[in-house]
């Protein structure tokens, strides 16, 4: 009955691991031809990967593991979709529900573990509510803010000899549950109006335009008002990244530009977007002169951090399609003059050395900012991009120009290591014919290295560009900077030889030590559609990431380099 | 400032924990907390008290709005309502202290339902602050054991939380 309402609900991967809970239902895939059961090599990478299939194509990964470890070990993973609003669907074995509280064999109570991080949880108590309690879960899942739904099964709820009549259920009735299906007109109103207005405006937009399928109206608006856009780390592709318009990622690693166009601006207009502590700085000092309208499908996340003065509560593609309408029939424009000087201004933070200038030193040593740059000109800018967690994963965001939504990949709320390999198969699966990059560290790929496996078992031809500085680099920068430079446990000794293991697992490895082999040897690897390429490229430990925001300071207080800060 | 926070709650397994579950994740406090089906089998409804600045009530109240299986929710403290707790307290009562208990509780308007030959049960309902009185009057020494129910409530006049 699961396996048959999964057909009919159009789900064509599942990503799992067997296990006695679940043997029944792994029994009945085998049979199903509609369905393909990816299997991982450890439960977290089976969310990751759903988790990457769902933020690739907007829709719920499913994830199906057995009772016990297997539920536990999915935990991580489905924390971390619930930290950035991420649909996901995890079908979890529970023990026979005559059996639950025994502490038998594998048993764990998976509803209360996961509690805290999921959207909401079933328990099936009855065989012919499945249907039901499936459509409910994939409804809330994908409808107003995603996020991850756990149902939890007994294993005799699932007995092959109950048999019971199946109807695939068109539609959920859900009575306590209701997202806003658009935002207040009088709210949008003032909005637009407030914009018109407005002599500083900057348009600061988050996950939510991703998610909520919101890019084009974000775009249209932006050129309309011709208003500076920034994006958070989850906002990356809402906008396009290389557009003039553009000022890059803001806040802790953000641009220089991006964070003083916050600080000085006299109306902030926050889409999808949730005043992160990584976003704002501190909160008393953030962007002391804005007005804030801030437009979520989360009225929760309203006022949350920072007080919004225009609050608009509904999807962010219905509200910005109805402001744009509202300024067309308008039909005024903000003041070009103003406008004009608050450009001007932009511009000379902006600077001739682009929104993210490094040091590129004498070439003796490869940059890690190199290797992105290089990244973005090899896949011509069009490539997924999932990363780890780390300096890398900043050097991706800030140097890799997104001009596409749901094409960059990270953990960016709960920053998870482990999370780029997995979640880059995941959007490999679903788009076979583009390019599939995992950005990732030495530390971060040994979180999930097994998935090498998976990779070769199912053809998953992604390429990994490991930046291998041989430090927890994240962790070493903070050091240099907090911690008087004591490099307490951040540094890797006896590494593996990534290409011998690359080799090891059926793929094909290759060092880049030289600056100058770095774009030849991406573009072969690039090259080899069919292969999965790991590429251990060495590059320069003591680069940090800047800007840094300086902690407890305003969006404007930051390093720019080891020596220089505003 | 105390506010008293009323919920039509699914009458489902799991439904309590989620809402006592958000108190402890997002690190607000609960005071009291009253639960029981209503005159509908489906629903039960949730009285709990809470104590914070308005920002960190209007996040309570948008989070427990959040939880799926929340149908509906009033925050009592807004307009005019009617508050009560029930509280039962066992007392020493011998020699002279059986009429002055006695006379105690019915100042309080409350009763005595049990009583053995050294001890009385007091029944007493009221606002939490009248129990507090109804403790103090009787003086901590003499009580040998407090039972209070939570606070419940309900809104004045024709306002209602149903569905």
Redesign the interface.
């Known amino acids: 009955m699961i396996v048959r309402f999964l057909r009919d609900e159009g789900v064509k991967y599942i990503y799992g691991y067997p296990g006695g809970a679940v043997d029944v239902l792994h029994d009945a895939l085998f049979k199903e031809k509609a369905i393909e059961h990816i299997l991982v090599r450890h439960e977290q990478a089976a969310t990751h990967m759903a988790d990457g299939y769902a933020r690739a194509t907007g829709k719920a990964g499913v994830v199906l593991v057995t009772s016990g470890p297997g539920a536990t070990n999915a935990i991580t993973g489905i924390a971390t979709a619930y930290m950035d609003s991420i649909p996901m669907v995890v079908l979890s074995g529970q023990v026979p529900s005559t059996m639950v509280g025994t502490d038998a064999f594998q048993e764990t109570d998976m509803?209360?573990i996961s509690?805290?991080i999921v959207?909401?949880?079933f328990?099936v108590k009855h065989p012919a509510e499945i249907p039901e309690v499936l459509k409910k879960a994939f409804h809330?899942a994908e409808s107003g803010r995603p996020g991850p739904v756990v149902v939890d099964i007994p294993k005799d709820m699932t007995n092959p000899s109950d048999k019971f009549e199946y109807v695939y259920p068109k539609k959920v009735k859900?009575?306590?549950?209701g997202p806003a299906v658009r935002g207040h007109s009088g709210q949008i109103r003032k909005a637009a109006e407030m914009l018109l207005a407005a002599k500083r405006p900057v348009l600061y937009s988050g996950g939510g335009v991703i998610m909520g399928n919101a890019s084009a109206p974000l775009t249209e608006l932006a050129r309309m008002l011709n208003l500076p856009v920034t994006n958070t780390l989850m906002g990356l592709g809402g906008y396009p990244g290389s557009d003039r318009q553009f000022l890059g990622m803001l806040g802790m690693h953000g641009s220089y530009t991006a964070n003083l166009t916050m600080h000085h601006a006299d109306v902030i207009l926050a889409v999808g977007a949730r005043f992160d502590d990584r976003v704002i700085n501190g909160a008393p000092k953030f962007c002391p002169n804005a007005k804030i309208i801030h437009i979520d499908i989360?009225?929760?996340s309203i006022?949350?951090t920072i007080?919004a003065d225009v609050p608009i509560v509904g999807p962010v593609d219905s509200v910005l399609t109805e402001m744009v309408a509202i300024l067309k029939e308008i039909g005024e424009k903000p003041n070009p003059e103003a406008l004009a000087s608050w450009w001007k201004q932009i511009e000379e933070w902006r600077g001739s050395r682009g929104l993210f200038p490094y040091d590129k030193g004498d070439g003796s040593i490869i940059k890690p900012q190199t290797a992105v740059e290089t990244l973005y000109e090899v896949t011509r800018g069009d490539a997924f991009v999932a990363s780890d967690v780390g300096q890398h994963q900043m050097f991706a965001a800030q140097y890799y120009k997104f001009d596409k939504p749901n094409r960059w990949l990270n953990s960016g709320g709960l920053g998870t290591m482990g999370f780029g390999l997995p979640a880059a198969m995941g959007a490999k699966l679903n788009f076979p014919d583009v390019d599939v990059a995992c950005v990732t560290g030495e530390g971060s790929i040994q979180m999930n290295i097994q998935e090498l496996s998976t990779c070769l078992q199912y053809g998953l031809p992604v390429k990994i560009v490991n930046l291998n500085n041989g430090a927890l680099g994240m962790v070493r920068q903070w050091q240099d900077m907090v911690y008087s430079g004591r490099h307490s446990h951040s540094y890797m000794e006896s590494l593996p030889d990534f290409i011998k293991l690359a080799e090891a697992y059926g793929h094909v490895g290759m060092r880049i030590t030289e600056l100058k082999d770095l774009k030849p040897m991406m573009e072969e690897a690039f090259a080899l559609k069919d292969r999965l390429v790991f590429l251990d490229i060495q590059v320069d430990v003591s680069e940090h990431v800047y800007p840094m925001q300086i902690r407890d300071g305003s969006m404007r207080d930051m390093w720019l380099s080891k020596t220089e800060r505003t | 400032m105390r506010h008293i926070i009323s919920l039509l709650l699914e009458n489902e397994p799991g439904a309590l924990s989620r809402v006592v579950g958000l108190f402890s994740q997002r690190n607000y406090n609960i005071e009291s907390l009253t639960v029981a089906p209503t005159e509908d089998p489906t629903l039960s409804r949730l009285t709990l008290t809470t104590v914070g600045h308005d920002e960190v009530i209007e996040q309570i109240t948008k989070n427990l709005n959040k939880l799926i299986e929340v149908v509906k929710l009033v925050n009592l403290s807004e307009s005019a309502h009617i508050e009560r707790e029930l509280m039962l307290v066992k007392v020493k009562a011998t020699g002279a202290q059986r009429a002055e208990i006695k006379r105690t509780a019915d100042i309080f308007r409350g009763q005595i339902v049990d009583v053995t030959s050294s001890v009385y049960t007091v029944q007493l309902a009221g606002t939490s602050d009248k129990l507090d009185s109804f403790i103090q009057a009787i003086g901590t020494a003499s009580i040998l054991e407090v039972v209070r129910s939570g606070v419940t409530g309900i809104a004045r006049g024709d306002k209602t939380l149903t569905i």
């Open positions: 509803v209360g509690r805290p959207k909401h949880s328990i809330i859900l009575r306590s549950y989360d009225p929760a006022s949350k007080k």
